[in-house]
């Protein structure tokens, strides 16, 4: 069956990059995804990654994927307060199945 | 601008009353699915529909049912509420394998 596992909490000086890691056991996932969850609102997709690549850059976010160890990785270059948020990394099949969410706070 | 819409974002009933959460979305998506969000455990998928009149159970589907005679609606039904369904529910939709977009979910609080 599908599992996805987080670490729960992350706490991070500003300016500091932060890493959120997350491991899936579904290994016919064609997507993984990363959403960001702000106080009081639903998620937003913050970015994916296909399956078949490594790696993905976008501006400050950096998504690696380790396909053999089924390990995803979102990190975050230079962290703002406006990053504090509750992250999920989700996977899919033929269902979205996401991970318990790790919970960024970022001090000054 | 794309748009899931849930018709409460809070709610509070009473033990053995028949809830039910509505979800819109406006997009044309076949995938409809409702989770409930509770701390440390993430989000859990409750059931989930491809299609008008389809439904699949996710991982915690007892205690609820669902209806999707809409494609753009999908109804989230506790038959008799219990305070262990007290949790945030949240609504998403998506084109097949594509991303999902979610509603601002529905605080429901069983007393």
């Known amino acids: 069956g599908e599992d996805v596992e987080q670490s729960l909490f992350l706490s991070v000086r500003e300016g500091d990059s932060s890493v959120i890691n997350c491991t899936y056991t579904d290994s016919s996932s064609t997507y993984l995804y990363w959403y960001k969850q702000e106080p009081g609102a639903g998620l937003q997709l913050l970015t994916y990654?296909?399956?078949?690549?490594d790696m993905k850059q976008d501006q400050r976010l950096t998504v690696l994927l380790n396909k053999k160890d089924k390990h995803l990785s979102l990190r975050i270059a230079d962290t703002q307060t406006g990053d504090s948020a509750i992250y999920f990394c989700?996977?899919?099949?033929?269902?979205?199945?996401f991970g318990t969410g790790t919970r960024l706070q970022v001090f000054p | 601008d794309v748009k899931v819409t849930q018709s409460s974002r809070y709610l509070v009933k009473r033990t053995g009353e028949k809830v039910f959460l509505e979800c819109v979305q406006d997009?044309?998506?076949?995938?409809m699915f409702w989770y409930r969000q509770d701390p440390g455990l993430g989000l859990r998928l409750i059931y989930f529909s491809y299609d008008v009149k389809m439904k699949e159970k996710g991982d915690i589907p007892e205690g609820y049912s669902v209806s999707r005679e809409k494609k753009e609606r999908f109804s989230l039904i506790l038959e008799s509420a219990s305070t262990n369904q007290t949790s945030m529910y949240l609504c998403?939709?998506?084109?097949?394998?594509?991303?999902?977009?979610f509603g601002q979910g529905t605080r429901l609080t069983v007393v």
């Open positions: 990654i296909f399956s078949n690549m």
């Open positions: 998403a939709s998506s084109l097949r394998q594509g991303e999902a977009f």
């Open positions: 989700a996977e899919t099949t033929d269902k979205l199945i």
């Open positions: 997009m044309d998506h076949e995938n």
